[in-house]
């Protein structure tokens, strides 16, 4: 898995869960990826993947992407 991906992911959602939502990526057969890429917006189609486009727009533009505020339950 691409250490910068796993790095610029982790700014916005932490590690544990970068490395998590990537390999959901990485496991979804249909999605096309470059594995050199340096950012999120080039690594693959954002709609292709099982997160779609908005979790990853929201993670691209640093804002937490999940339905609930962090840290609260």
């Not at 970068?18 to 390999?23: D, I, K, P, R, T």
């Not at 959901?24 to 890429?37: F, K, L, P, R, S």
């Not at 908005?54 to 840290?71: A, E, K, L, Q, S």
Request: hydrophobic share 40%; aromatic share 12%; charged share 20%.
């Amino acid at each position: 898995m691409n250490k910068q991906l796993i790095k610029q992911v982790a700014k916005v959602i932490g590690k544990k869960l970068a490395v998590h939502e990537l390999n959901i990526v990485n496991a979804a057969n249909e999605v096309i990826q470059d594995d050199d890429a340096k950012t999120v917006i080039t690594a693959f189609d954002w709609g292709d993947t099982p997160q779609g486009c908005d979790f990853w727009h929201y993670i691209y533009c640093g804002v937490w992407p999940y339905n609930y505020t962090r840290g609260k339950s």
